[in-house]
């Protein structure tokens, strides 16, 4: 059974520093894998996707990678500001049409 | 090009009632997902659904609760006789087609319904 999880749970960093948030999946085989960002309140937004076969995507300020082996990806975020402040998911999909999510890491940058 | 939306954004029901929750999925997409978070827990799969047809239902309670997707308008996530426990968020998200390893598409969510069982 596939989990995925992530650390840490929560994360205080001052505005302009540069970070980094963990997820981990234990079984290996998966389509994909997903980051979204979560609001208080709102919905998701996705925010990479990056397939079994790809190491990192890129988007602006975030960068995603991969590890399939070692069952591991990150979400970097350069430069940090306080609109970045909300909740940010891990999804991978293990086929079958569904998303496994973590739990989230609850981030708040201060100005 | 409108977003998956949902409505209501919250629902109030008492415990015995009925919840109908909608989602009417991306123009052009015909495959709707609904998605569970209970309060400080992960979102859970509950069901996925292809036009009138329910191709995985394996994250759905056995009972009272049922979801639907017809030809024509929202697909319904229909919740019998509520108790406190179904007090969540229910979220929805449509892709216009079935994922595979070769596909880029992202999926794409709704608001969510914020239900509420007093």
């Known amino acids: 059974k596939q989990e995925v999880t992530q650390i840490p749970a929560a994360l205080s960093v001052p505005e302009g520093e540069n970070l980094v948030l963990n997820c981990s999946f234990t079984?290996?085989?998966?389509?994909?894998l997903q980051w979204f960002r979560q609001d208080p309140g709102k919905g998701l937004t996705s925010l990479l996707l990056?397939?079994?076969?790809?190491r990192e995507q890129t988007s602006g300020r975030l960068n995603a990678s991969l590890d399939k082996s070692s069952g591991r990806s990150t979400l970097y975020i350069a430069a940090s500001q306080p609109g970045d402040s909300a909740t940010y998911l891990c999804?991978?999909?293990?086929?079958?049409?569904?998303?496994?999510f973590g739990q989230g890491t609850r981030l708040t940058i201060n100005p | 090009n409108a977003g998956v939306m949902q409505n209501p954004r919250h629902l109030v029901r008492r415990r015995g009632q009925e919840a109908r929750l909608r989602c009417s999925p991306m123009?052009?997409?015909?495959?709707v997902y609904w998605y569970r978070q209970l309060p400080e827990e992960g979102l859970k799969f509950m069901v996925y659904?292809?036009?009138?047809?329910?191709?995985?239902e394996s994250g759905m309670p056995k009972e009272r609760f049922s979801a639907e997707f017809p030809k024509e308008g929202p697909s319904i996530l229909r919740i019998q006789q509520v108790v406190r426990g179904d007090s969540a968020a229910y979220f929805c998200?449509?892709?216009?087609?079935?994922?595979?390893?070769?596909?880029?598409?992202?999926?794409?969510f709704g608001n969510g319904t914020r239900l509420t069982v007093t």
């Open positions: 123009k052009g997409h015909s495959h």
């Open positions: 079984d290996s085989a998966i389509y994909n």
């Open positions: 990056i397939q079994s076969s790809q």
């Open positions: 999804a991978v999909s293990p086929g079958a049409q569904k998303l496994v």
């Open positions: 998200a449509s892709s216009p087609r079935t994922w595979s390893s070769d596909t880029n598409s992202p999926l794409h």
């Open positions: 659904l292809q036009k009138e047809n329910i191709i995985d």
